[in-house]
């Protein structure tokens, strides 16, 4: 991290007010004046301005409620992103935690804690996500059976993990899988010859989308929250 980046995070600077902080001679680094901005920040470092100890601030950590038509990224020249429905001053580091597609809606995470993110999206954890799937055509029990037994997807060498399914209605299913596939939910309705046309997820783990937000909202995680999605199994 530059040390003009780290005073934007640490003091609530803007990267101007930064830039001129340091250029001023106001910021130290190891007991030593630094004036340039693009100085590399040890990660231990012990920084100053004005004579004031900086410290980074925790991780973030959010859930956000994604609208359809928002991209999973934090930048697109054609759609708008989860990114753009935040505040620009909480945006800094965020990254998004399993990402979902334009058109699917739902429960979406943040973070600037990547161990933490790889720990609740990465496959090998087994985090379980949950999704209220509507197709085009009713569903028949085959199909539903065939989802719990996993389903070799297009282009797979090695079918699904098997799946929980719970039906909805007779076009709307509730389905929990445990992996990460490319556009796996769509890909599994259409091995068992079914499109779908609404998409929306429910869950991470035990963590279900706040009934009190509506599309476009977001809040910050609990405490218990974070630690609840990072222990093994994830609920």
């Known amino acids: 991290m530059r040390l003009d980046q780290f005073l934007t995070r640490s003091a609530g600077l803007s990267r101007k007010q930064a830039k001129i902080a340091i250029r001023g001679g106001r910021v130290t680094m190891a007991g030593q004046r630094w004036k340039k901005t693009a100085t590399h920040v040890d990660a231990n470092a012990r920084i100053t301005l004005d004579g004031e100890p900086q410290a980074l601030p925790g991780h973030r950590y959010l859930m956000i409620h994604k609208p359809e038509g928002v991209v999973s990224a934090t930048t697109d020249s054609e759609h708008p992103t989860v990114l753009d429905l935040l505040p620009a001053a909480d945006c800094a580091d965020l990254r998004i935690v399993g990402r979902l597609d334009r058109n699917t809606t739902g429960l979406l995470l943040l973070s600037t804690d990547g161990q933490w993110s790889h720990r609740v999206m990465s496959p090998r954890f087994h985090c379980p996500k949950t999704y209220h799937v ?12 065939t989802l719990r037994d996993g389903v070799l997807l297009h282009g797979e060498k090695a079918p699904s993990v098997p799946a929980s399914v719970e039906p909805v209605a007779e076009s709307q299913l509730r389905l929990t899988i445990t992996e990460g596939r490319y556009h796996q939910v769509k890909r599994m309705l259409a091995a068992v010859g079914h499109r779908v046309v609404a998409l929306h997820r429910e869950r991470i783990g035990d963590l279900a989308l706040d009934p009190g937000m509506a599309p476009g909202d977001h809040r910050a995680l609990s405490d218990e929250e974070v630690h609840r999605l990072a222990e093994p199994g994830n609920g």
């Open 134 to 145: 509507t197709v085009a055509d009713p569903l028949d029990n085959a199909a539903l059976q």
